[in-house]
């Protein structure tokens, strides 16, 4: 079975530190995409990173990279210099291969950055 | 614009009254897909169509249909609903097997 688990149902950060947003994933699949989304106030889905399966470096976009460690599952989101607009929802998500490429997603985390 | 567009973005209605809940892409994507949000659960997969003529079940598909017979457009059809299917519904669409979803910008559905 696919499964995205998010341990964290809220989180807050103070403004200009970094936080770290959890994410596990549990497949038996060999090709696999990891993506987080944000979803703000507003309630549209905005997508910030990517990591495939098979990429060996950590994927980075701009203050946002991706902790994936292969071997423990996991694909945590590292957002750097917290600032007021990244408090939001955030998702985790994996798309799988083999299972007609259907994309998974964890229940989210609620994370609040503080003046 | 590479854009989803649902419609409407809002919508309230009463148990039993059939209702369809378009989407539309314009970037030409094989794969498409509806989810509904409900708090705690996250986003969970009603239907999703990976071609023209193909869908299939997500994980909560009682109680909706879909039909993909252009590309372009993927419908989401309540043919009786009911208040359990009060929540917030996403169409997203992507490239056949790799690459994010594009999310629309949601439907709220009220179901009294």
């Known amino acids: 079975a696919q499964k995205i688990t998010q341990t964290q149902p809220g989180m807050f950060v103070q403004e200009k530190e970094a936080v770290t947003l959890d994410c596990t994933y549990d497949?038996?699949?060999?090709?696999?995409?990891l993506f987080w989304y944000k979803q703000p106030s507003s309630g549209e889905m905005i997508f910030l990173i990517y990591?495939?399966?098979?990429?060996?470096q950590n994927a980075t976009e701009g203050r946002y990279s991706l902790n994936f460690q292969k071997a423990r599952k996991s694909a945590n989101l590292v957002i750097s210099a917290s600032q007021l607009g990244d408090s939001a929802m955030y998702f985790c998500?994996?798309?799988?291969?083999?299972?007609?490429?259907?994309?998974?997603f964890g229940t989210g985390t609620s994370l609040t950055v503080i003046p | 614009e590479a854009q989803v567009t649902q419609n409407p973005r809002y919508l309230i209605t009463v148990t039993g009254k059939k209702l369809t809940v378009t989407c539309s892409q314009n970037?030409?994507?094989?794969?498409m897909s509806w989810y509904r949000q409900d708090p705690g659960l996250g986003l969970r997969q009603i239907y999703y169509?990976?071609?023209?003529?193909?869908?299939d079940k997500g994980d909560v598909p009682e109680g909706y249909k879909v039909s993909r017979k252009e590309k372009r457009n993927f419908p989401l059809i309540l043919e009786s609903p009911s208040p359990n299917q009060t929540s917030l519904y996403f169409c997203?669409?992507?490239?056949?097997?790799?690459?994010?979803?594009?999310f629309g910008q949601g439907t709220r559905l009220t179901v009294v």
């Open positions: 997203a669409s992507s490239l056949q097997v790799y690459g994010e979803a594009f």
């Open positions: 497949t038996s699949d060999q090709s696999y995409g």
């Open positions: 990591q495939g399966s098979y990429d060996e």
């Open positions: 998500a994996m798309r799988v291969l083999n299972t007609g490429n259907q994309f998974y």
């Open positions: 970037m030409n994507h094989e794969y």
């Open positions: 169509s990976m071609n023209v003529e193909v869908t």
